[in-house]
């Protein structure tokens, strides 16, 4: 090893120099150079990019890896592949495991019981919604993280760099200032030389010219930081649209999957369902209402154990009287169309008041939406209140 004892003095006496001007400075009995205004608003708006930055970086990371310490030891994994320069094997997430774990169930359970037939379907979708999880977390990792990061560890790195050079070059220059200024005031007193003055002063114009050159060579990199600002808007665009990329493929698994568990129940319990004139191909079908359902089957009622059934009227509807108490909101999951006109047309996603009346099929509600009433299908609702 090549040591230099004379240069390892010097750095130490430069390094002391430097840490009395500080001192001095902050006890306010030394002159400090400022730096111009520009480079000042620079300085300032790099410090909040890159504080606001690691921010962002930081909680993106926890909303992609809730729990990036578990069991699995995974983030240490991710950090030696990261030190390796090696690429990060692909890894099976929660949903896909989920699933996996379902449908192993279901071997057990009897893959032909109505059970274990809806561990199968619900664990491939959940291996599905698995799939789009991880595709979604590779996306935003490479596209948003990985800029991030490149300028946190990179950039930033180099301007922190070059901005401590700075402040050693003005720390240098305020110290030849100060040197400056005692031999003038010495030379006044005859104490020294003029050659002292001179040497002094050719120290400060040295120093003078390092402190330009560097504040040029920090006031560039600063200048990036605009750079840095579209790079990360163009990165944030592309999180988004991996977000409602991954969104909407979890709606669609999960309807498709709604809409087979809808089949599935109607295949399981036939009873619960009435075949109807108008099948429809996107939700589950409602059972009969032409006439309000009762304890007789559709179109009969009777007065008695032994009484002649009679066939009974059409419902109308407009003759039901709403309850004082027991109204709820529901929301309509799928598009019906009624089929007489004690029935109420219904539009996915509205709002409707709903009720029931005595002797009513549980299978369907008094609808109200504004001045229109009618009886609507159950499976078509989501109660809310």
């Avoid at 708006?45 to 504080?51: H, L, Y």
């Avoid at 990261?82 to 279901?106: C, F, H, V």
């Avoid at 007193?189 to 003029?194: E, G």
Wanted: proline share 5%; glycine share 6%.
């Amino acid at each position: 090893m090549d040591f230099n004892l004379k240069k390892l003095t010097s750095d130490a006496g430069v390094f002391f120099t430097r840490a009395v001007q500080f001192t001095e400075e902050k006890l306010g009995s030394a002159e400090k150079t400022e730096l111009d205004a520009h480079l000042e608003n620079l300085i300032a708006r790099a410090d909040c990019t890159k504080n606001w930055t690691e921010k962002i970086f930081r909680q993106t990371e926890v909303l992609l890896q809730p729990n990036p310490i578990d069991h699995t030891g995974a983030r240490i994994e991710e950090f030696f592949y990261e030190k390796l320069d090696k690429k990060i094997p692909s890894r099976i997430t929660n949903g896909e495991l989920l699933g996996q774990y379902m449908m192993d169930a279901a071997k057990d359970f009897g893959p032909g019981t109505p059970y274990g037939s809806t561990l199968i379907t619900v664990g491939e979708y959940q291996k599905r919604l698995g799939g789009a999880e991880r595709e979604f977390l590779q996306t935003s990792a490479i596209n948003f993280l990985t800029p991030l990061r490149n300028f946190l560890e990179g950039d930033w790195r180099t301007i922190s760099k070059e901005r401590r050079l700075l402040e050693n070059r003005r720390l240098d220059l305020d110290i030849c200032k100060a040197r400056v200024k005692k031999a003038k005031q010495a030379e006044a007193k005859a104490a020294l030389w003029s050659e002292e003055v001179d040497k002094a002063e050719q120290e400060l114009r040295v120093a003078q010219t390092e402190f330009d050159r560097q504040a040029e060579v920090t006031r560039l990199l600063l200048e990036g930081i605009s750079s840095t600002h579209v790079n990360h808007l163009r990165c944030l665009h592309e999180f988004v649209e991996a977000q409602v990329t991954y969104y909407a493929q979890c709606h669609q698994y999960m309807q498709e999957l709604q809409k087979e568990l809808s089949s599935a129940n109607s295949d399981t319990y036939p009873n619960s369902f009435s075949s109807n004139a108008h099948p429809s191909t996107t939700c589950p079908s409602p059972v009969s209402s032409s006439t309000l359902p009762g304890a007789a089957p559709p179109g009969l009622i009777t007065s008695g154990p032994n009484s002649t059934r009679e066939p009974a009227g059409p419902l109308k509807i407009q003759d039901v009287q709403p309850p004082a108490t027991g109204h709820r909101k529901a929301k309509v999951l799928y598009d019906y169309d009624a089929h007489d006109a004690s029935e109420l047309s219904l539009l996915a996603d509205e709002l409707i008041t709903v009720y029931t009346v005595p002797g009513m099929d549980p299978d369907w509600l008094v609808g109200e939406r504004g001045n229109q009433k009618g009886k609507v299908p159950v499976t078509y609702l989501e109660l809310l209140s």
